[in-house]
């Protein structure tokens, strides 16, 4: 099975602060996304890995960056934290981009 | 730029009764859709990846149903039990990119 997770499941933080999301996955994939989902939003993508150091911005990659240094691992970087950013953030990978995406958990982060 | 939307946004139905669950995209060049399953508080999961080359996928009690001409796919549910109360996504990409967009989901309740 597919595992992907996520380094914590519930962040408190304050305005102004770096935050750290990291995300790792078991499986081999080459593909891996980072998404936020609000109430009637839906999930929006920020940013996808489609190989190690390779990235492409999403539809919303304003206030945040990413890190691919290694296959299995995917960091979201919230370079200064603000207060619109408090969501719920979802990892998930894929063996390629078309193919059926694995989610994590989820982290819901709060910034106060 | 593809455009998903669910309706409805919310269904209850006593058990035992199968239903469908609606899903339409604006951009029929799509290379397959998804259709994930999300339980409150947590990560996504994935049910049924249907290819742009079939009309049909099943799973169980699930059955997927893709109509590009029209921009339309829906998830049949047969026989539906309390377990299966949960909000049901689908997602198609954008054409030519990996970037999949999401519905905002229907929340569906069955009732015991």
């Known amino acids: 099975d597919v595992k992907v997770t996520q380094s914590s499941r519930y962040l408190v933080k304050r305005t102004g602060e770096k935050v750290f999301l990291e995300c790792v996955q078991d499986m081999d994939h080459e593909n891996m996304f980072w998404y936020r989902q609000d109430p009637g939003l839906g999930l929006r993508l920020i940013y996808f890995?489609?190989?190690?150091?390779?990235?492409e911005k999403g539809d919303i990659p304003e206030g945040y960056s990413v890190s691919r240094e290694k296959k299995e691992r995917f960091s979201l970087i919230l370079e200064s934290a603000s207060t619109n950013q408090t969501s719920m953030y979802l990892c998930a990978s894929g063996l390629t981009g078309y193919e059926t995406q694995y989610f994590g958990p989820g982290t819901r982060l709060l910034v106060l | 730029k593809q455009e998903v939307t669910q309706i409805p946004a919310a269904l209850s139905v006593p058990e035992g009764e199968n239903l469908v669950l609606n899903c339409s995209f604006t951009d029929s060049a799509i290379y397959n859709l998804q259709w994930f399953r999300q339980d409150p508080g947590k990560g996504l999961t994935s049910l049924l990846l249907?290819?742009?080359?079939?009309r049909e996928q099943t799973s169980g009690r699930l059955n997927a149903s893709l109509d590009k001409s029209s921009g339309r796919s829906t998830l049949y549910i047969a026989a539906s039990q309390p377990g299966d109360s949960a909000t049901y996504l689908c997602?198609?990409?954008?054409?030519?990119?990996?970037?999949?967009?999401f519905g905002t989901g229907t929340r569906l309740k069955v009732l015991a």
């Open positions: 890995s489609y190989d190690v150091k390779m990235k």
């Open positions: 249907i290819q742009s080359s079939q």
């Open positions: 997602a198609a990409p954008t054409s030519g990119t990996y970037k999949y967009i």
